[in-house]
């Protein structure tokens, strides 16, 4: 029997929908007693009512306030089956036992999992007697039906322990799941909120993964026509710098760095490499905000590095301090401090190279990681895997995140400061937030969120709607971008990571919020808890970034509590699961509001000096954890 649900403004009180019946006997009932409803005052402006409609649609939407009509339908029901009760009782004094076997038969027929009475294991008093027996089954079965439940602020559950079963030796009876679930589903106020429930199709998941996967084979094909495919390797590639080593790892002077060490990343997910993924969207905090560290770094750079003849001006504070041209026998000239000179046998003067000489000394872009700098050979910075800058003659003068933040074949990039050339003006590409959430590091990373977010966002979908899982699915998605970004902060982040462990903290929150209604409901959360346990020990390696998952997951609590569904199991239940809700409403915006905060203002992690063993522990030297 379908029933017409409300819109999220309200429902039309014109609208007959089932119960509608009931209802209308409710109401002459009412009217033949003493006190009299008072009439609706239609009188009442347009604005104010669609005003208390809207609100209570919200309210209803969230979960915080029910549906009168609802209500009154399911309160008429519960009045319908104590009427009906009675009148079976009535019946079965007044007719003198005629009939009598006939209804006792069909009362064991529709209460046959009501009781846990069995007559093979117990043993009691015999009688002839139909109304005689009929009036001490119903005591017993009213007696047992009235210790099944009792609301707590856990919602309540079977007492197990009650005499009467321990008399009669059932008290360690394993029931079945029929027997254990009915007695909860077959309530008349649970059942009328089961049926109302409606069901969605997951349409935001499917099309979800779907994006994903297509997004992913079209990175996979550009890759490999770029020849961006990572190598496939468990661990990081290390190269020790010998004579015949290729390129070499020459110096300035011409002699060769032996026994320096370069490191180059392998994909263990089969996937591109770490630059086109960061080139196609994926976050990177000095791309996304003025970062106070990197600002440090560049005034000690531009520091180190001054000296007369700069554009814009950068003064030494001493003379014979900062960095002039250093020429050697050879003809090699590059920037250099007077010691460094000194040491590479050259000449030194303070002033800038002429860019026409024969610089054999420039800036190296990435050599120690991500937007970092320093002035090598050409050689030498292919081999430590950096980029070399043709056209610069000093590190303050280079802006390496430029090439980092460009996105490819797009054009969207950041500038460079006018004041400090090697420092971005004003950073702001917040939309990586967003686009990381569909791209992947490779095959293995996407078919595993695909998977994940197939078997347990399109249940909870079902059940919520696809407006509440793309809320749910954006809030943890992207606030777990955002305080991954706030301790790693060097470390290219990608993929639905924080989205999908909020989807399963939703689940642990669907589990506890219909715990009586679930089969062994402590095997399913345990099943739960050792896959999010597990997941987070991997996370632990340099591979996946751990902070993304612990602050989906705590997201995906909330945001679970705020807007899924959920059945009440009484007064004390129903109090209890609104005092979440409106518990959860604040707690969210502060979490929120604290994040972005704490990513764009605060930019401080110090607070906390143990917390980078939470998304990386350097198990062995060649799993080192950088970012």
Not at 180 to 190: H, V
Not at 317 to 330: A, K, N, P, V
Not at 427 to 448: E, K, M
Request: with cysteine.
């Amino acid at each position: 029997m379908g029933r017409k649900r409300s819109s999220i403004w309200g429902s039309d009180d014109t609208n007959v929908e089932p119960g509608h019946g009931l209802l209308t006997l409710g109401k002459k009932r009412e009217s033949k007693g003493r006190y009299q409803r008072p009439k609706r005052d239609h009188r009442a402006s347009n604005f104010t009512t669609t005003l208390q409609r809207g609100a209570n649609g919200v309210a209803r939407w969230f979960g915080v306030a029910g549906d009168e009509e609802d209500a009154r339908y399911r309160q008429m029901q519960y009045r319908q089956h104590v009427q009906q009760q009675n009148q079976r009782q009535h019946k079965s004094h007044g007719h003198g036992g005629k009939g009598n076997l006939q209804q006792l038969e069909a009362i064991m027929e529709d209460s046959e999992s009501d009781s846990d009475f069995d007559p093979e294991k117990h043993e009691h008093d015999m009688t002839r007697d139909v109304d005689e027996g009929l009036l001490f089954y119903r005591s017993l079965r009213d007696t047992e039906n009235k210790k099944i439940v009792k609301p707590g602020w856990f919602g309540g559950e079977v007492n197990k322990r009650r005499g009467s079963l321990i008399n009669a030796g059932l008290a360690n009876r394993r029931e079945s799941k029929h027997r254990r679930q009915s007695k909860l589903r077959k309530n008349t106020l649970i059942a009328a909120q089961l049926e109302a429930m409606p069901s969605y199709r997951p349409v935001f998941i499917e099309l979800i993964c779907f994006l994903q996967v297509i997004i992913f084979l079209f990175l996979m094909a550009y890759a490999y026509t770029e020849g961006q495919i990572a190598p496939f390797g468990v661990t990081n590639k290390i190269t020790t710098c010998t004579a015949d080593t290729t390129p070499s790892c020459e110096l300035f002077n011409g002699t060769l760095a032996i026994g320096e060490q370069s490191v180059s990343k392998q994909n263990i997910m089969y996937g591109p490499t770490e630059d086109l993924l960061l080139h196609v969207g994926a976050k990177f905090a000095p791309c996304m905000r003025s970062d106070s560290t990197l600002r440090r770094d560049a005034l000690a750079t531009r520091a180190q590095e001054c000296g007369p003849g700069r554009d814009p001006a950068n003064a030494c504070e001493s003379l014979g301090s900062g960095y002039g041209c250093c020429t050697l026998d050879s003809g090699r000239k590059g920037m250099q401090s007077n010691a460094d000179c000194t040491e590479a046998g050259g000449t030194w003067e303070n002033v800038l190279c002429n860019s026409q000489d024969f610089i054999y000394l420039r800036p190296c872009c990435g050599a120690r990681g991500r937007g970092s700098c320093e002035m090598t050979t050409e050689n030498m910075c292919d081999f430590l895997g950096g980029s070399y800058q043709v056209d610069k003659l000093l590190c303050s003068d280079t802006l390496c995140l430029q090439t980092e933040c460009q996105f490819e074949k797009v054009g969207l990039g950041i500038t460079a400061d006018a004041s400090i050339p090697n420092l971005p003006d004003n950073p702001n590409q917040w939309y990586r937030f967003i686009i990381s959430l569909f791209i992947h590091s490779g095959a293995i990373h996407c078919v595993a969120i695909v998977l994940v977010q197939w078997f347990i966002g399109r249940p909870i979908e079902m059940q919520a709607g696809a407006l509440r899982v793309l809320l749910i699915y954006l809030i943890c998605g992207i606030c777990g971008n955002v305080i991954a970004s706030i301790f790693t902060p060097r470390q290219v982040g990608m993929g639905a990571n924080p989205a999908v462990y909020g989807l399963i903290g939703c689940s642990v929150v669907e589990l506890v919020q219909t715990w009586q209604l679930c089969n062994r409901p402590h095997i399913k959360l345990i099943k739960v808890l050792l896959i999010v346990v597990f997941f987070l020990l991997i996370g632990t390696t340099s591979y996946l970034d751990n902070w993304s998952h612990i602050a989906g997951f705590a997201f995906g609590i909330v945001s679970g509590i705020l807007f899924l569904p959920y059945v009440t199991f009484g007064s004390w239940d129903l109090a209890r699961k609104r005092l979440l809700v409106f518990i959860s409403f604040p707690l969210l915006i502060a979490m929120i509001i604290m994040t972005f905060v704490t990513f764009y203002v605060i930019q401080n992690t110090d607070f906390c000096s143990w917390c980078h063993y939470l998304n990386c522990i350097p198990y062995a030297p060649e799993l080192p954890c950088d970012g």
